[in-house]
């Protein structure tokens, strides 16, 4: 029986766990339900380059059931795109909603046919920008110096991309959490009172309490794939349409199994009418906080 009822990423929840970052709701209807169970016979595992608090996860699937293995975290079975099953020892909540609103969770999106990006995303004029890149590459700090400027974010570390029957993109919102480094956090000069530590012992932190965020869909804009800074000057590039399916499989954020055969055609597919529709460019992250805010400033008075 499901004690609390939260929104993420257009679902109703019902959740055994408390998930303190979700908003709460009042439903008669859950899409989810997230409980406490034995998970006992688990197909053969395999590595991924799924990486969190210090711990490799592990994966598997079979039948419309996909397992991801965080031992001795916790391990995770999803199925049908309607039921995530927690099998844990695991007492302390921020560790848990820490593992539960991630890839986990993006399991479920995934069954539910939507395209994920490992990336953030804000919301310009009703307008959707995503940022990607590889671990480091600046998308949460990027996303932060919008939000100090009272722009509101849709997701950070995972994007949810629904396309319609029309082949129009949208960006389906998460929950209000932006998590950035705190080295980030001293360059943004942001207080930390305003934000909580992610887990103990990390120097992550998360900030969601006085982030503005943007609770209804809106439509995909444009995508940034970031890179490392490349001198002073910051470099913006477009991608041809050609380039951008194949660019974008560079930064699915679930295990590489799961893009094998018809799942591999459809999520190119996905892609391909993605790279269709909007414009998606690679830039070299500002060199300094001065020149990410004047970029900010420059996509504020843009899009």
Not at 60 to 76: K, V, Y
Not at 98 to 109: D, M, N, R, V
Not at 178 to 200: A, F
Not at 267 to 289: G, L, N, W, Y
Request: hydrophobic share 40%; glycine share 6%.
């Amino acid at each position: 029986m499901s004690k609390f009822y939260y929104t993420a990423y257009g679902l109703r929840i019902g959740s055994e766990i408390s998930l303190p970052l979700l908003k709460e709701i009042q439903t008669d209807t859950v899409d989810l339900t997230v409980k406490f169970g034995n998970i006992s016979e688990i197909p053969p595992l395999a590595p991924t380059k799924i990486h969190r608090a210090g711990l490799d996860a592990q994966f598997a699937q079979s039948d419309g059931r996909l397992w991801l293995d965080w031992s001795p975290i916790a391990c995770f079975m999803a199925a049908n795109g309607n039921e995530l099953i927690v099998d844990t020892n695991q007492t302390d909540v921020k560790i848990l909603s820490l593992f539960i609103l991630s890839e986990a969770l993006g399991l479920i999106l995934f069954q539910n046919g939507y395209l994920l990006l490992h990336g953030s995303a804000i919301q310009l004029n009703n307008k959707g920008v995503v940022f990607v890149g590889e671990p480091g590459a600046g998308k949460s700090t990027t996303v932060a110096a919008f939000a100090q400027k009272g722009v509101s974010i849709i997701s950070d570390d995972m994007v949810c991309i629904r396309i319609d029957e029309m082949g129009k993109p949208s960006l389906i919102p998460a929950f209000p959490q932006i998590k950035i480094w705190e080295k980030s956090v001293e360059g943004l000069q942001l207080s930390k009172n305003d934000l909580n530590v992610l887990r103990t012992g990390s120097t992550k932190f998360s900030w969601h309490e006085s982030v503005s965020f943007e609770e209804a869909a809106v439509p995909l804009e444009q995508i940034f794939i970031l890179s490392p800074p490349k001198g002073e000057n910051t470099e913006i590039s477009q991608l041809d349409k050609s380039e951008g399916p194949v660019a974008l499989l560079s930064y699915f954020p679930l295990p590489d199994l799961l893009l094998r055969g018809g799942q591999l055609k459809d999520h190119f597919e996905k892609s391909v009418t993605i790279a269709q529709t909007t414009p998606i460019f690679r830039m070299s992250r500002p060199a300094d906080f001065a020149k990410l805010y004047a970029f900010v400033d420059y996509m504020k008075t843009t899009i």
